[in-house]
């Protein structure tokens, strides 16, 4: 299964709740890489600057990083993939390394949500530097970790200029994918507004239609 959305759109969480709830692994490439940032890896090292300013790290170094992650034994029952593809080059790639790997893609979660409440909901997010939870801050609260108690903060490329880049490229390179995998019927459209419950009742019965 993929999530495409834009940034804020809900894709981590709704992500995570259905690899819990179908018991495979959510997997983010976002998380992978800002994991590999906070471990100074050689990846990391490359990809931080990219991140930062809200650009897209290049595709050869994603690439191979998702092909080691999809290789792993937890991932043979199915995976929820999120942030990933994001641009048609990659969309290729991923079908090929799914043949790789001897995997099929069964449904596309497209959550849709519009620019101006994208923007809000970027703005007022704060993340733990160790966990990497977010947080809607409203009013000021919370401002540590409910998980850890570490102080949260706002991620560079949740700051004005980075969302905006962030969505530009959302538009232009991200969104024609869905029309790509509404050709093979994979697409299922989901109202990415309301209460995070209610995004995954809406989900859950998209799923449900199609299972
Ligand atoms: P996300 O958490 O999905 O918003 O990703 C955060 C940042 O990681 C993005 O702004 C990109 O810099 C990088 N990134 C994540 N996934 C990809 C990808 N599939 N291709 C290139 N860069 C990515």
Same mark, same amino acid.
């Given at each position: 299964?993929?999530? %495409?959305?834009?940034? #804020?759109?809900?894709?981590?969480?709704?992500?995570?709740?259905?690899?819990?709830?179908?018991?495979?692994?959510?997997? @983010?490439?976002?998380?992978?890489?800002?994991?590999?940032?906070?471990?100074?890896?050689?990846?990391?090292?490359?990809?931080?600057?990219?991140?930062?300013? #809200?650009?897209?790290?290049?595709? *050869?170094?994603?690439?191979?990083?998702?092909?080691?992650?999809?290789?792993?034994?937890?991932?043979?029952? #199915?995976?929820?993939?999120?942030?990933?593809?994001? $641009?048609?080059?990659?969309?290729?790639?991923?079908?090929?390394?799914?043949?790789?790997?001897?995997?099929? &893609?069964?449904?596309?979660?497209?959550?849709?949500?519009?620019?101006?409440?994208?923007?809000?909901?970027?703005?007022?997010?704060?993340?733990?530097? @160790?966990? #990497?939870? $977010?947080?809607?801050?409203? +009013? +000021?609260?919370?401002?540590?970790?409910? /998980?850890?108690?570490?102080? &949260?903060?706002?991620?560079?490329?949740?700051?004005?200029? @980075?969302? /905006?880049?962030? &969505?530009?490229?959302?538009?232009?390179?991200?969104?024609?994918?869905?029309?790509?995998?509404?050709?093979?019927?994979? *697409? /299922?459209? *989901?109202?990415?507004?309301?209460?995070?419950?209610?995004?995954?009742?809406? %989900?859950?019965?998209?799923?449900?239609?199609? /299972?």
């Amino acid at each position: 299964m993929i999530m %495409i959305g834009p940034q #804020g759109a809900g894709k981590g969480t709704q992500g995570a709740r259905l690899a819990q709830r179908y018991d495979i692994p959510h997997i @983010a490439t976002g998380d992978l890489l800002r994991m590999a940032v906070r471990a100074g890896s050689p990846l990391g090292v490359e990809a931080k600057g990219y991140m930062d300013r #809200g650009e897209l790290v290049p595709d *050869v170094l994603v690439l191979d990083m998702l092909r080691e992650r999809l290789s792993q034994p937890d991932a043979r029952a #199915g995976f929820v993939l999120d942030g990933y593809p994001r $641009n048609p080059s990659q969309a290729e790639s991923l079908g090929k390394l799914l043949d790789e790997v001897g995997a099929g &893609l069964d449904v596309v979660v497209s959550l849709e949500v519009a620019d101006e409440i994208l923007i809000e909901r970027l703005s007022a997010r704060r993340t733990c530097p @160790a966990c #990497g939870r $977010n947080y809607t801050q409203q +009013g +000021g609260e919370p401002t540590v970790c409910a /998980a850890d108690g570490t102080e &949260l903060d706002q991620r560079d490329d949740d700051k004005p200029d @980075a969302i /905006a880049r962030r &969505l530009a490229i959302f538009h232009e390179q991200t969104r024609p994918l869905i029309a790509f995998y509404e050709r093979d019927g994979l *697409v /299922a459209r *989901v109202d990415g507004t309301g209460t995070i419950d209610e995004v995954e009742a809406r %989900i859950t019965k998209e799923l449900e239609a199609r /299972a």
